[in-house]
């Protein structure tokens, strides 16, 4: 399974992006998807996850009420979507795949990540 993680940028305070994460080889819809995040000199922390049908989500506090996680499996893609976004979510995010489908942090393949920064 490959990860293929893209849409990060450079944003304002404020600001929204969207992050899509294509995924290849395995079988997508029998998958649970994650998102995590790495900021400099921080581990790397839990952002969001969904399972394989998408009637099952969590949030890290953190972000919930700001970020949303979706996917379509028709095309093989997960997505987060940032809104409001604030300095301390600069990071940078990581997809994740799960060899399980229903909702659970077990993930066995990680995208290569995509930078978010957000500026004041």
């Known amino acids: 399974v490959q990860l293929q993680a893209s849409g990060g940028g450079s944003v304002q305070a404020g600001d929204s992006l969207r992050l899509s994460c294509v995924v290849s080889?395995?079988?997508?819809?029998?998958?649970?998807m994650g998102w995590f995040r790495q900021a400099p000199g921080k581990e790397r922390e839990f952002v969001a996850n969904?399972?394989?049908?998408?009637?099952?989500?969590d949030y890290a506090d953190s972000v919930k009420g700001r970020f949303t996680i979706s996917r379509d499996n028709a095309k093989n893609t997960a997505y987060l979507q940032m809104y409001s976004l604030k300095p301390e979510d600069t990071a940078v995010y990581y997809c994740?795949?799960?060899?399980?489908?229903?909702?659970?942090?077990?993930?066995?393949?990680w995208g290569q990540g995509t930078l978010v920064t957000v500026s004041s």
């Open positions: 080889g395995g079988i997508f819809s029998r998958r649970a």
């Open positions: 994740a795949s799960s060899y399980a489908a229903g909702l659970n942090r077990r993930f066995d393949s």
């Open positions: 969904i399972d394989s049908t998408s009637r099952r989500k």
